[in-house]
């Protein structure tokens, strides 16, 4: 009979975060967020229990700070002993947020299947399965690392092995650490991390799950359970590990996330009037949020195309009154921001055509060459102190057409004041 192991990787709880970048909420959405945190963190308790996994591995920022409050602290707790009644241990490392010696008061009411695993050097444990070693655990929590050296230093297979005295079908390591995606905090390379005859390394640091490679994954980043702000957008929750001897390793996601943030675009070009254009965002609020795993989301929307509402729609205060209008139009949606991308409808052939100082400014653009308008945005970002994305080249008849309708749009301001 082949040797299996199944576990949940998790991380990046942020216990105690606030949600960022919001404007004022109703009391409603205000209550939602407070809890949705906490509610994902037992969404991922409930994950494991309904898995029926051998352990959960937390691979740090348990708390968003290191002096959480005792709500949080209580409620991390209660998951935990929840997991002790199922007979499910728990390895737990340090985060960046919540380093180790801010743990020292935490450590007194941890139940027994919790093991806090230290962050000054490597530690090792042994999990067992009817009485036999089945995986052996390297772990270090986060540390400031002088530069140059490597976190996973030590932790190998073979080091694990002389540290535990036995040997085990599976050995996992954990780390909190940015990989290359953010090498400075807890540095290490995934050169080194594959070299170290680890079968799965469960990271924690950055919020997005990533797995390498991805049909048999070595390496993985769990994610954060709940998204905090409009750059965690889409279901965030934990992985759901699995490794059989002989076998690719499988790994899957589980969404745990109770509020998600999205991002919509929505054409604008074919409403009549504001209530077209709240339709319009609703629906569009609705296809975004039909590929997602819950129900709630906040989203923001950026209103573009060219209409006749495109004065009404750039005046800051009758888009901040559309976007109180829209959160009142379905509770379980809440828009963050109302952007405006559109664009007056104009005739830019008749215009061109014409002889004022419009048409000559729509002929002069005609006139530039690609590598012409190339060579200008390299200058200017030179100066700057700036390099050209690379993307930009690609996008240059677009960039140019919103840099025509900005300087039209300019010089009708300028006239009607």
């Not at 950026?302 to 009142?328: C, F, I, Q, W």
């Not at 215009?351 to 308008?373: H, K, Q, V």
């Not at 700057?384 to 677009?398: E, F, I, N």
Request: net charge negative; hydrophobic share 40%.
């Amino acid at each position: 009979m082949q040797e299996r192991v199944t576990f949940i990787h998790s991380g990046d709880i942020h216990l105690g975060a606030p949600f960022r970048g919001l404007r004022a909420l109703s009391p409603a959405w205000a209550d939602r967020l407070a809890t949705a945190i906490p509610d994902a963190y037992d969404a991922m308790i409930q994950a494991c229990i309904d898995h029926e996994v051998d352990f959960l591995l937390l691979a740090g920022d348990v708390f968003d700070t290191d002096k959480p409050s005792y709500a949080h602290y209580r409620r991390f707790l209660a998951g935990l002993k929840r997991l002790e009644s199922r007979h499910i241990p728990v390895y737990i490392i340090a985060g960046n947020h919540d380093p180790f010696a801010t743990w020292h008061d935490i450590v007194a009411d941890l139940p027994s299947n919790a093991h806090l695993l230290p962050s000054d050097a490597p530690s090792f444990s042994v999990f067992r399965k009817d009485g036999h070693p089945c995986a052996l655990i390297a772990a270090r929590g986060f540390s400031n690392m002088e530069k140059g050296a490597d976190i996973a230093a030590g932790m190998t297979r073979a080091a694990a092995e002389r540290a535990c005295g036995v040997e085990a079908p599976f050995c996992i390591g954990m780390l909190h650490s940015g990989l290359w995606m953010d090498p400075y905090k807890a540095p290490t390379s995934e050169k080194a991390l594959l070299a170290a005859g680890m079968d799965y390394w469960a990271l924690g640091h950055i919020h997005k799950s990533y797995l390498m490679p991805e049909h048999d994954p070595r390496i993985a980043f769990c994610g954060c359970v709940q998204g905090r702000d409009i750059k965690e957008t889409g279901p965030r929750g934990c992985l759901k590990a699995t490794l059989v001897q002989g076998e690719p390793n499988k790994v899957e996601f589980i969404a745990t996330s109770q509020v998600e943030w999205g991002r919509v675009r929505v054409d604008v070009s074919e409403c009549a009037g504001s209530d077209a254009v709240i339709a319009a965002c609703v629906r569009a609020a609705f296809a975004e949020n039909a590929g997602g795993s819950c129900e709630e989301m906040v989203v923001r929307i950026v209103l573009e195309g060219a209409t006749p509402l495109h004065k009404t729609l750039s005046d800051p205060l009758a888009l901040e009154a559309l976007r109180k209008e829209l959160n009142e139009s379905y509770p379980s949606f809440y828009c963050d921001a109302l952007v405006c991308e559109t664009e007056a409808v104009r005739d830019k052939a008749k215009i061109a055509s014409s002889n004022t100082f419009e048409g000559a400014l729509l002929r002069g653009f005609a006139s530039d060459s690609d590598d012409a308008l190339l060579a200008y945005l390299q200058e200017e970002f030179a100066a700057r102190g700036l390099t050209v994305p690379r993307c930009v080249a690609s996008h240059l008849d677009s960039i140019a057409a919103r840099a025509e309708d900005t300087a039209l749009s300019l010089l009708e301001e300028g006239r009607s004041r």
